[in-house]
Structures are given as C-alpha cells and as structure tokens.
C-alpha cells in the first residue's frame, strides 16, 4: 500500500508541474501580446498609423499631401489603413501562440478564432471613384421636395408667365381695427 501513496504523489507533482509549465507559456504568450503593435500605412503614404493588440490606435500621422484633399477622402483612408493593420492581428497572434503554448491547445484555438472575428480581413479595394464636384446649398431643405438636378439646368419656361402663387395671409377686412384704436400697444 505504501506504494500506492508514492505513485500517487508522483502523479500529483507532475500534475502540478505541467500546470506551473502551461501557466509559464500562458504568462510568456500574454506578455508578447501585449507588447505587440502594428504599423501601417496607406497605399499613397498619406496616413501612417500603430495600433496596439487590442486593435485600438496608439499613433496617427497625416502627411501634409492629404490637405489637398477633401476630408472625406482622408478619413476614408485612415479607416481603410486601420481595418488593413487590425486584419493583421490574427496572424500575429496565432504566431505569438505557435511560440510559446503550441496551436494544438483548444485555448488557443478559441482565442485565435475570436481575434478573426474581432478584426476580420478588410473589404476588397476598388479603385477609387472619381471625385465629385463640390456644392454648395442656400436655404430650408425640405424633406418632401424634390431634390434639383445636379447635371444641367432646368429648361426655360414656354409660353406666357405663369400667376403668382396666392398670398397665404389672409385678407383684412377693411372694417378691422388692429391699431390699437390709435395708441400704442405696449401702454
């Protein structure tokens, strides 16, 4: 029976072991994470940025050749670089566990799979569309009217000119007093 003792605590010490060992590879892989940042810029130069593991951004720089563009198109690019950096995150995650706990460990599997679903590779690029003339517009906008061409002017009425719309004021009687009998209103 004594020897049933000392194989169990063998076991056990092996256990514990192999539990400090995985908490060891565990500690290293969280650490190499947590160090990582990615860099990125945009295709034209115009935006370099760094984001840290968790994909939020750490640095931005726009070069002073985007002031010739519109701000649309800027912050278009700075979206479009950030996506491209954080698409990058998985790969180096999975890189960082290959080194340290294995890519066999259902952890890891789970941790990579969930950083592909938080940071998924960005949508197809096409090229860019051609820009649009800018416009200005004075006045109420409203919501049931149609909106005017953009492409050519309305053509010249035909025939005769059309009445005036009516007076949405209502017509005084010319027997109503609204002048306060002469005196002033605010006595």
């Known amino acids: 029976m004594p020897e049933d003792i000392g194989a ?4 056990l010490s ?8 995985k908490a060891e590879r565990y500690q290293e892989m969280a650490t190499r994470v947590q160090g990582m940042t990615i ?8 935006v370099r ?9 750490t640095h931005l720089e726009i070069a002073e050749s985007a002031r010739d563009k519109r701000m649309a198109e800027v912050s278009a690019e700075v979206m479009r670089t950030l996506q491209r950096a954080q698409a990058r995150i998985p790969e180096l ?3 960082a566990m290959a080194e340290t706990i294995g890519t066999q460990d259902e952890t890891a599997n789970v941790l990579f799979n969930e ?11 096409d090229p860019a569309p051609p820009p649009v003339g800018r416009e200005l517009r004075f006045g109420i906008e409203d919501d049931d009217a149609p909106a005017p061409p953009t492409s050519r002017p309305a053509p010249p009425p035909s025939g005769p000119p059309a009445a005036p719309p009516p007076s949405r004021r209502p017509t005084r009687r010319p027997d109503e007093d609204d002048d306060f009998g ?3 209103f605010l006595s």
């Open 182 to 184: 002469g005196q002033s």
């Open 39 to 46: 860099s990125e810029a945009s295709r034209d130069g115009s």
């Open 93 to 95: 995650l999975q890189q």
């Open 115 to 125: 950083a592909k679903r938080n940071f998924p590779a960005p949508p197809h690029e």
């Open 49 to 57: 940025l760094t984001i840290g593991s968790n994909g939020i951004l």
């Open 14 to 21: 092996q256990w514990q072991q192999s539990i400090e060992q």
């Open 8 to 11: 169990s605590e063998r076991m």
